[in-house]
């Protein structure tokens, strides 16, 4: 008896022992191809988006699925080209006016800074760390794949690609991975799935409806406090907004230093304007979307979000809260339901 105790103890700590060294592999693999998989995520949301669109076309148009895809993609590729045959010279004026306004409005921040008696040290460390080495690797480092303007061409193109092929017969590879699992567990898996895809698209279009609203609102803000380049700077703001939590802020800070070149009060105004829509969308519009997708924390949100910018830059930003969506539908699942015998508020 202590002999087949020991031979199991034996095989219980080997099998162990191999479970860790695959996952400890699987992890090194997924650090070493990190771009690779965070592009392969970006399809699959990508994928996710245009099978939304199709269910809503089919549901007015007895249209083959692929004929749908087919329509709505063409549909994407003209209203993209549209837009920017109509917008992009107004677009690349304001880029310009932008580039020579910014670093006006940084001399200006900086002078002002350089009045206050501790000022003039914290300005000194500021420029003493931005010519640093350091700090453009960092960057370099964030931006990762899209770095370069090769890296963001090549890896839309991958993203599109990808995230038509997997539209257009998503059931293949969401039965493909269901097929992983024991023959017992398929039926389950199937409905977690559902929830998966149900809270990404719920996700999506409250992301969208934040651009829009976030656009539009700051575009009339802007235009009442007279600043200028307003259709610019409204546009980067609703563009942004489609990472919660950073997106605004990161958002607003060109508009406030375009506000500063006209003075500190024009830029306190602007920056409440930002504040008032930021209130707006997170009080108003996403927890209206919420009541069909999953409730995100916001302290989670934002530490996952810190956590993914850490591991792999503007990426990982981007799709932190897309993940986390999934994760909360995996945890309400798989833990809260069939572990715990609890009932969860999914999508």
């Known amino acids: 008896m202590n ?5 199991w103890s034996f095989s219980r700590a080997f099998g162990l022992g191999a479970a860790l060294g695959m996952l400890a592999l699987l992890v090194w693999l997924l650090i070493v191809v990190k771009s690779v998989v965070l592009l392969a995520m970006l399809a699959g949301l990508l994928a996710v988006l245009f099978d939304g669109g199709v269910r809503f ?15 709505l993609a063409l549909t994407l590729v003209a209203v993209v080209f549209a837009a920017t045959l109509l917008l992009s010279p107004r677009v690349a004026a304001d880029i310009n006016a932008l580039s020579e306004r910014i670093p006006q409005a940084l001399l200006q921040l900086e002078e002002t800074v350089r009045g206050i008696p501790w000022g003039r040290e914290s ?11 350091n700090v453009e690797q960092a960057f370099g480092r964030f931006l990762g794949f899209f770095s370069s303007v090769l890296g963001v061409v090549t890896g839309t193109l991958v993203v599109l690609v990808l995230g038509i092929f997997i539209a257009s017969e998503p059931k293949v590879y969401v039965q493909g991975v269901i097929r992983l699992l024991p023959p017992a567990s398929r039926a389950r ?16 279009i409250g ?3 934040s651009i829009g609203l976030v656009f539009v609102f700051t575009w009339i803000g802007l235009l009442l406090l007279d600043v200028p380049l307003a259709f610019l700077l409204a546009l980067i703001a609703g563009l942004l907004s489609f990472v919660p939590t950073f997106g605004p802020l990161v958002g607003a800070i060109p508009a406030v230093l375009v506000g500063l070149s006209a003075g500190p009060q024009q830029a306190l105004w602007v920056a409440l304007l930002y504040l008032g829509i930021q209130v707006v969308e997170s009080y108003g519009v996403t927890p209206l979307i919420q009541r069909r997708t999953v409730r995100l924390p916001p302290a989670l949100l934002v530490l996952f979000q810190l956590v993914m910018a850490v591991l792999a830059g503007v990426l990982g930003v981007l799709l932190a809260t897309p993940i986390l969506v999934v994760l909360m539908v995996l945890v309400g699942t798989l833990y809260q339901e069939d572990r715990l015998g609890e009932t969860t508020d999914l999508p």
């Open 3 to 7: 002999s087949d105790a020991q031979s």
């Open 57 to 71: 076309m089919r549901q007015f148009l007895p249209i083959p699925r692929w004929s749908a895809l087919l329509t």
């Open 123 to 133: 300005v000194a460390q500021l420029l003493e760390l931005q010519g640093s080495a």
């Open 189 to 204: 898996g199937g409905e977690i799935a559902s929830a998966v895809g149900r809270g990404l698209r719920w996700w999506l």
């Open 207 to 209: 992301r969208f409806a």
